[in-house]
Nanobody
Framework: QVQLVESGGGLVQAGESLRLSCVAS????????MGWFRQAPGKERELIAA????????RYGDSVKGRFTVSRDNAKNTSSLRMNSLKPEDTAVYYC????????????WGQGTQVTVSS
């Protein structure tokens, strides 16, 4: 099990940017895919961005493609989500998650950080 701690959420206006960070407590960070999910009130949790263990391969949900960028620093056990051109519909609790390479299950989760975008 990997312990994950997110930071960087807050209240911003539409069009502004935020950067979320996630620190992982594990000696085998490089073996994990990292993902970013979000859950808005009354909606299901959705995967919005993921990065593979090497950091070279990323994927995004359609709702954030072109606006959000996921990255990782394996030397620091961190993953980041840069969010540009934020919209009110991006308001949600954001979670980072870890999935061991080759696994289908996101097995470790952070506690979540609130992002609120005002119009």
């Amino acid at each position: 099990q990997v312990q994950l701690v997110e930071s960087g959420g807050g209240l911003v206006q539409a069009g502004e940017s935020l950067r979320l960070s996630c620190v992982a407590s594990t000696r085998t960070y490089i073996l994990y895919n990292m993902g970013w999910f979000r859950q808005a009130p009354g909606k299901e949790r959705e995967l919005i961005a993921a990065v593979d263990p090497s950091g070279r391969n990323t994927r995004y949900g359609d709702s954030v493609k072109g606006r959000f960028t996921v990255s990782r620093d394996n030397a620091k056990n961190t993953s980041s989500l840069r969010m540009n051109s934020l919209k009110p519909e991006d308001t949600a609790v954001y979670y980072c998650a870890a999935k061991f390479r080759g696994s289908d299950t996101w097995s470790s989760w952070g506690q979540g950080t609130q992002v609120t975008v005002s119009s």
